[in-house]
């Protein structure tokens, strides 16, 4: 089998999209360590680093972080790509949501409260406008 590293960007990306669905069927729960997904999102990767300016790979790459829960990835990827779709602003903002729980969660207000007005940027949640409010 070839890996990423050896295969140009658009095959990389063909690939990913062949293991984020087969991932899709066969696991309940998308994780990164999962063999499929983890397959899907290196794939995705190596294919948005040799085209970095292609936004559909990094687009995709953003998405896969956010589906396999790999929040700092994900937000970053989000932040990266500058302008968002609407569907993209609502992913962002999940990702933002996740990380400011979790940093209010290890008593971090400062970067939950940066992750809440990014993610609000983005597109306000219930979620983001429930953590605000615990940091009032």
């Known amino acids: 089998m070839t890996g990423p ?37 290196d794939h995705a990767y190596y294919a948005a680093s040799q085209e970095a300016g292609n936004r559909d790979y990094n687009a995709y790459l953003a998405q896969l972080y956010t589906k396999t829960q790999w929040w700092i990835n ?26 400011a729980y979790l940093a209010l969660q290890r008593g971090d207000t400062t970067m939950a409260r940066m992750y809440v007005e990014k993610g609000m940027g983005w597109a306000p949640s219930a979620s983001l406008q429930s953590i605000m409010q615990r940091l009032q």
């Open 5 to 41: 590293a050896t295969m140009s960007a658009g095959d990389n990306f063909a690939k990913a999209q062949e293991f984020a669905v087969q991932a899709d069927v066969a696991y309940p729960v998308p994780f990164y360590d999962r063999t499929l997904w983890k397959a899907a999102v």
């Open 74 to 99: 994900a937000y970053n990827a989000w932040n990266r790509l500058g302008t968002l779709t609407d569907q993209e602003k609502q992913w962002a903002s999940l990702s933002a949501a996740k990380l």
